[in-house]
């Protein structure tokens, strides 16, 4: 089975197809384009799965690509090395469901310049599979740095219903990650160069990268370049001006890719080099850490509760979650690392469904301002149904996975050895996680309660194809909160 199942397959089969769906040899049939994508994503996914079941954390998929006999950048030791651990397989299987997910989403949306559409989608999934099971510093930001080409098109593209101001979102997101990037590669050159000083053996293998001769005040230099980085795309407060912008321009599809996904690099990137690698430098900071989680939770909260659009306000809630995720991090303990990876998850799962219901709405009422949508639910109780059934479980309600990983959240920070901050921090974002109750039951009650207004008498309830959509998204939010072992064992 090892022989089928390879990281080189998992990772660059949909950049293959990517390249093969935009040259002239693909037709340029929208159906074509569309159920060829659909099935290659239906095939990558149940691949992703079998990685999954077969996956054997002391005998981990683990591959090194070689050029002509040659490593990548041989004088360097940087070279195209790949391995899975018990947090990557699961980021790389969600990451093939939120992509077919989005495909699916595109039948509705999409409406021109399919097959560059398609072809970008997949070249992005190909770039975030690359980070998240890469076992090189350099080809992890040579992947980081790749998916901007296609989040950059996605963004900012035609495709037959764009938003005013798409382009400009679009290169907000672009300057906005460049920068944070220039500013993690230095840290990457550093980490590089010092451990070559002080041992002597020239590598950008994660395994092979020792810290402990490298003097402290370089350390937390590097810690902090790389958390910049890595704060753009989490994001962390002040660097998360990009995201609702582009959450709000993009079409439905996109949105739910870079909140289902895009954000969880930046949660990984962490995890992966301040939290493994700069381990001490990483416990020092956390009470900061912290507060800037805090900070998340509170402050876009507010903000979400005062938005118009109901786009937006499942973009600032996304801000709000990733900063419980990145106070899971904070508590350096097991415990701590099991609530994070368990809420990329549910939060994943959430977006989907979330931006999934946004883009219904807007497809049928042609606004998305809470202020003039009313009554919905006269006329789509299953999309309400749904919708009910998603934001309850968006603000922890038992039986979904959100209220797990809230609850592991907490029970970690209030856990902590490290430093009382995080316990107050761990206090006081239990009574603040009642805010996000607030403006989800905010967009719920506008949005579906109320007189029905004459303009929306005649819209029609969701089809089989967006019930099979809210349908998976409702299915798994409910397997990992009623039975959470199945999730939790695998991060082990």
Not at 174 to 187: K, P, R
Not at 449 to 473: M, P, R, Y
């Amino acid at each position: 089975m090892d022989k089928i199942l390879s990281i080189p397959v998992l990772v660059f089969f949909p950049m293959l197809i990517s390249f093969f769906i935009i040259s002239p040899l693909f037709t340029n049939n929208e159906i074509s384009v569309r159920r060829f994508t659909k099935t290659v994503l239906s095939l990558h996914f149940i691949y992703s799965v079998l990685m999954l079941v077969f996956y054997n954390s002391s005998n981990p998929y683990e591959t090194n690509i070689h050029f002509f006999g040659l490593n990548w950048i041989q004088s360097m030791g940087i070279n195209f090395s790949f391995k899975i651990d018990n947090i990557g397989i699961i980021l790389t299987t969600l990451t093939s469901f939120i992509f077919l997910i989005a495909s699916l989403a595109s039948k509705m949306n999409i409406r021109k310049n399919h097959k560059f559409y398609y072809s970008m989608l997949l070249l992005l999934m190909s770039a975030i599979l690359g980070i998240f099971t890469t076992n090189d510093m350099f080809v992890f930001f040579l992947f980081w740095e790749l998916e901007l080409i296609p989040a950059y098109f996605l963004i900012g593209g035609d495709w037959g219903s764009r938003e005013n101001d798409a382009q400009k979102s679009a290169i907000k997101f672009v300057l906005f990650t460049f920068f944070g990037s220039m500013i993690m590669l230095l840290g990457i050159l550093l980490l590089h160069y010092y451990n070559y000083i002080t041992t002597g053996t020239l590598t950008a293998n994660f395994e092979n990268i020792f810290i402990t001769q490298i003097p402290d005040g370089i350390q937390y230099f590097i810690s902090i370049c790389l958390l910049i980085g890595f704060g753009v795309k989490l994001p962390i407060i002040p660097l998360h001006t990009w995201l609702p912008d582009a959450h709000t321009k993009a079409s439905t599809p996109v949105s739910i890719v870079l909140a289902g996904i895009l954000l969880k690099t930046g949660a990984y990137g962490i995890y992966r080099f301040n939290y493994q690698i700069l381990e001490e430098c990483f416990k020092t900071i956390t009470p900061i850490l912290a507060i800037l989680a805090l900070v998340n939770i509170i402050y876009t909260a507010f903000v979400a509760y005062a938005q118009t659009d109901i786009k937006r306000i499942v973009a600032y809630s996304s801000i709000s979650n990733m900063g419980l995720i990145l106070l899971g991090l904070t508590a350096c303990n097991h415990t701590g690392l099991s609530a994070s990876v368990f809420h990329m998850v549910a939060h994943a799962l959430i977006t989907a469904g979330l931006f999934m219901i946004c883009g219904i709405v807007y497809l049928r009422c042609k606004t998305r301002n809470i202020e003039i949508l009313s009554g919905l639910a006269n006329n789509m109780p299953r999309l309400f149904g749904f919708a009910t059934l998603i934001v309850l479980a968006s603000i922890g309600i038992p039986a979904f996975a959100p209220f797990i990983s809230e609850i592991l959240t907490i029970i970690s920070a209030l856990m902590s050895d490290l430093s009382n901050i995080i316990k107050i921090v761990a206090i006081l974002s239990l009574p603040l996680l009642i805010i996000s109750s607030c403006y989800m039951l905010k967009f719920l009650h506008k949005s579906f309660f109320g007189e029905q207004l004459e303009a929306f008498e005649k819209i029609n309830d969701i089809t089989v194809h967006e019930f099979v959509i809210l349908a998976s998204v409702v299915f798994g939010l409910l397997l990992f909160g009623i039975m959470p072992q199945t999730l939790l064992n695998i991060i082990g």
